[in-house]
C-alpha cells in the first residue's frame, strides 16, 4: 500500500536496548480501517513495535508517520499526536481516586478543551457503548479487570482518536473476563476504527483481523490474511509458534 494513503506507517525502523537489538529494521503500512494483528512468541518486539508508534519507546533510526504527519520527536506536536492515538495497556492505568466519568472525562476536558457537560455526555455514550455505563460513579476499584480494561477502551475512545494501539489488552486478564473485552474490541473493528493489536488471542486474530503480522527476533517474519496464516503459514518459524499456542 502507497504510505501516503496510510493511517501508520513505519519504515526502516531500529530499536536497541542496550547490547539487544529488539526492532530490525521494521517496516510496516496500516491503512485507514484495517485491523492489523500482530503476534509472535515472548521477546519478538511485538509490544516494543507497538510503543513506538506514539513514542512512548524513542527509536534509534526510521521513519513513523500517522495519517500521512511524520512523528515529532517531543514537545506539544507530540502531545497532539498522542491525542489522536489511543492506547490501551495490559495494565488498566486508571486513576484509583478518580470515578469511572472522571477518568473517562478528564483527557479530553484537559487536552481537548471539552466542556464538562459536554465531556459527560460524550463519556456516558462510550461507557454504554462498552457495557459499563451503570458504573460511572464508581472508583476503578470496585470493578472488575475486564470492566476496568473496557472503561481504558473508552477512556481512549473519548479522545476520538484516528487509530487504537492495543497491547496484550487481555493478558492480565482472568480468563472469564477476556471475552468481554475482545467482544468490545471486535464491535470497533466491525464500526471502522483503525486498530493494531497485540495479543495472543488468536480466535479475536481470526475473527477479527484484516491482517496478521507475525514478528520473531525483531522482525516482521510474515504478514497475511488471517485464514492464510492460520491454516497454512509460510514460516517454519510460524509453523513452530502456531503449534505450540493451538495445541494448548
Known amino acids: 500500500m502507497n504510505s501516503v494513503n496510510a493511517m501508520v506507517s513505519l519504515a526502516g525502523v531500529n530499536k536497541h536496548f542496550g547490547d539487544l537489538h529488539v526492532l530490525k529494521d521494521v517496516s510496516l503500512t496500516v491503512a485507514p480501517q484495517e485491523v492489523v494483528v500482530i503476534v509472535g512468541p515472548s521477546g519478538s518486539g511485538k509490544s516494543t513495535l507497538c510503543r513506538t508508534i506514539n513514542r512512548l519507546e524513542p527509536i534509534d533510526s526510521g521513519d513513523i508517520s500517522i495519517d500521512g504527519e511524520a512523528l ?22 486508571l486513576f484509583a481516586h478518580k470515578t469511572i466519568l472522571e477518568n473517562v472525562t478528564l483527557a479530553p476536558r484537559k487536552v481537548r478543551g471539552v466542556s464538562r457537560k459536554d465531556a459527560e455526555a460524550e463519556a456516558m455514550v462510550l461507557l454504554e457503548r462498552v457495557g459499563i455505563g451503570e458504573k460511572a460513579r464508581q472508583f476503578p476499584a470496585e470493578l472488575s479487570g475486564g470492566q476496568q480494561q473496557r472503561a481504558a477502551i473508552a477512556r481512549a475512545l473519548a479522545m476520538k482518536p484516528k487509530v487504537m494501539l492495543f497491547d496484550e489488552p ?47 527476533h525483531g522482525q516482521i517474519v510474515e504478514e497475511n490474511t488471517p485464514s492464510a496464516f492460520f491454516d497454512a503459514p509460510q514460516s517454519e518459524r510460524a509453523r513452530s509458534f502456531l503449534s505450540s499456542v493451538l495445541d494448548h
Open 72 to 93: 515529532p520527536v517531543e514537545g506539544a506536536a507530540l502531545a497532539r499526536h498522542r491525542a489522536d492515538v489511543g492506547m490501551v495497556f495490559q495494565s488498566f492505568n
Open 170 to 216: 487481555t493478558s492480565a486478564l482472568d480468563p472469564e473476563m477476556v471475552s468481554e473485552v475482545l467482544d468490545v474490541m471486535v464491535s470497533l473493528a466491525a464500526e471502522g476504527m483503525t486498530m493494531i493489536v497485540v495479543t495472543h488471542e488468536m480466535g479475536f486474530a481470526r475473527r477479527a483481523a484484516d491482517r496478521v503480522i507475525f514478528m520473531d
